[in-house]
Each structure stands twice: as structure tokens, then as C-alpha cells.
């Protein structure tokens, strides 16, 4: 696959190699590279951080969306789930203001709408953009990562979660 983009897969770094190794990391290197976006990175998280950096501005400039838009609704999807412990919340959160957003973000096949429920693609982003959402919370001087992390259970829900807190900080 990443010969396709003219990248030697021989010549990755064993990192990059064993990361790519996971179909959903390839899944995301991929849809980067076919946007002309291929880059080297050394963790899940650096992915994930250009892969959401890359959509959002996407989301923004093909689907000519507001960015504050995208990110408001982001942010009601992952309060939801993240405060109720859910991979999905009501679709009706997809409706009104942020419906410009949802069908951008459902179009480019970030988020999902079935059965009255909206989910994101795959976990691994409400993960990470629930890591993301503490990060800046904490730098805004709100709830620190570790009194966010002693005030939920420590489910498998957090398993990943906790390892994307720990790359970024």
C-alpha cells in the first residue's frame, strides 16, 4: 500500500513499520496519503492528530463548512459519550445547528447515523478526540487529565484513551 504513494516500505523506520502493521493505523495513513497528506510519525496519537488536523480543514474547505461549526459539534458528540461512557449518542445531535457539520463529517466517513444513533467511524476517535478534549480543558486551566481520569471508571471503555493521554503529555 505504501508503495502506491512512492514510499519504499523497506526504508520505514521499525516504528512506522509496526504501527502500519494495524489495519485501522494503515486505514488512516492511507486516507491521508491519498489526499496527498503521507507523513512519517512515530505513535498512534501523532496519526490521529494529523489525520483530525487534515478532516477538519477538509470538512472546512471542500464541504465549506464553518471550522468553529465542526468543532462544536466534535465536542457535543464527545461530551456525550465520554460523560456517559457510550461509543454513540442520540442522532438528534447530528439535527439543527451542527447539520451543515454532521453531513460534512458523514460524507467525508468520519461519523455514522443508523438507527436513531451516531457513532464515529471507528473508536479509535472518540479516543482520541475525547484525549484531546481533556488536554485542552487542562490547558484552559479546567479539570487536570488526572482528575478526569479518577473521575470516571476504569473500564476497558478508557483502555485506549489512557494510552493516547499518555503519548501526548
Not at 96 to 108: F, N, V
Not at 131 to 145: F, M, Q, W
Request: charged content about 25%; overall charge positive; proline content about 2%.
Amino acid at each position: 500500500v505504501v508503495a502506491r504513494f512512492g514510499i519504499d516500505y523497506a526504508s520505514l523506520p521499525a516504528r512506522e513499520k509496526l504501527l502500519l502493521s494495524n489495519a485501522q493505523n494503515l486505514q488512516l495513513w492511507w486516507r491521508l496519503a491519498s489526499d496527498g497528506q503521507a507523513l512519517h510519525f512515530s505513535s498512534r496519537a501523532e496519526l490521529l492528530r494529523s489525520f483530525w488536523k487534515h478532516y477538519r480543514d477538509k470538512a472546512v474547505q471542500a464541504c465549506h463548512v464553518p471550522r468553529t461549526e465542526v468543532d462544536a459539534l466534535l465536542e457535543r458528540l464527545v461530551s456525550f459519550m465520554d460523560s456517559n461512557g457510550r461509543l454513540d449518542a442520540p442522532s438528534m445531535a447530528l439535527d439543527g445547528q451542527h447539520s451543515r457539520a454532521a453531513e460534512a463529517l458523514r460524507t467525508l466517513g468520519i461519523i455514522d447515523k443508523s438507527n436513531d444513533r451516531a457513532r464515529f467511524a471507528h473508536q479509535s476517535h472518540l479516543d482520541y478526540l475525547t484525549i484531546e478534549r481533556v488536554l485542552l480543558r487542562s490547558l484552559d486551566g479546567h479539570t487536570s487529565p488526572i482528575e478526569w481520569l479518577t473521575g470516571h471508571d476504569q473500564s476497558l471503555f478508557r483502555r485506549d484513551q489512557v494510552r493516547f493521554l499518555l503519548q501526548l503529555l
